[in-house]
């Protein structure tokens, strides 16, 4: 059977130029309220992803994204909040996008088209069996991604794939093939709606359980977070007031000693009781 792209068929609302907008917001939402049902089918397979992800960081590896347009910058975005958020090295999660950083604000699109560019800056990282390879493409066909995926794949290293397509070319590329189906878009194949939305619920999975099982949370909060502004430092100080019962002033200047509100609760455990 030929594959056939969901994600481009026509939207299951006509004349959207003559609603109303709360009809139109309405309708947006209604259409959103899909997404999450859709992810939820995937969860045994990112599952297996994380479990894959934790044993190989655990050693040393990597995660890698690779994208395009929407898809790119979403693997980008989730990148780059992982070593505020979780006080992880910078570089233990990369995204990649087609056309480089340039490409994060403006459309590069025929950037998409060149199957071996993705390799070539992959191996510019060393890429090893360490390391995972994650292709984020929403149609499932983006050249740029499958060439990556597939050449990772043939030497022995962990892929897998998000797209909202059953059966696309990058899932068969792909070891894990994650398949959020959520439908046609609001505003035909307008892949930065729904779809979208789906493969940044799908990564906020995969990097937040990998973080806690790799031990950078404790209860429900972010213990290891970078003290980027006065937001982060209040923040982490009422953690420390909670966790240990000094008031706040003495919690704030044991936090800033230290650098992490774990480091900080270690070293206020571990001192002498007076």
């Not at 191996?123 to 292709?135: Q, R, S």
Request: aromatic share 4%; glycine share 8%.
């Amino acid at each position: 059977m030929a594959f056939k792209k969901i994600t481009e068929q026509p939207s299951l609302y006509n004349d959207l130029e003559k609603k109303s907008v709360s009809e139109l917001l309405f309708d947006i939402n209604s259409e959103d309220q899909k997404v999450a049902l859709a992810v939820r089918e995937t969860i045994p397979q990112i599952e297996k992803l994380v479990e894959g992800i934790v044993e190989r960081m655990k050693k040393g590896g990597r995660i890698f994204y690779l994208g395009a347009g929407t898809s790119g910058r979403l693997g980008v975005l989730d990148a780059s909040e992982i070593p505020p958020t979780y006080g992880m090295p910078q570089g233990k999660v990369i995204g990649l996008i087609a056309g480089g950083d340039k490409a994060l604000r403006n459309p590069i699109e025929a950037a998409e088209d060149n199957p071996e560019k993705s390799w070539e800056e992959l191996t510019a990282y060393n890429v090893n069996e360490l390391d995972v390879v994650i292709g984020i493409a929403a149609s499932g066909t983006t050249p740029y991604v499958i060439g990556a995926l597939e050449k990772a794949r043939s030497l022995g290293i962990l892929t897998a794939s998000i797209s909202c397509n059953p059966d696309a070319p990058v899932s068969k590329a792909a070891e894990i093939a994650i398949e959020p189906i959520v439908g046609p878009e609001f505003v035909t194949g307008s892949t930065r709606m729904k779809s979208g939305t789906a493969q940044k619920l799908v990564l906020n999975m995969i990097t937040t359980s990998t973080m806690i099982k790799l031990g950078r949370v404790k209860g429900n909060r972010m213990v290891n977070m970078q003290l980027t502004n006065k937001k982060l430092v209040d923040r982490g100080t009422r953690m420390i007031v909670d966790e240990t019962g000094l008031n706040y002033e003495a919690a704030k200047a044991l936090l800033l000693e230290h650098g992490s509100v774990k480091k900080a609760i270690d070293a206020h455990r571990q001192s002498p009781k007076r």
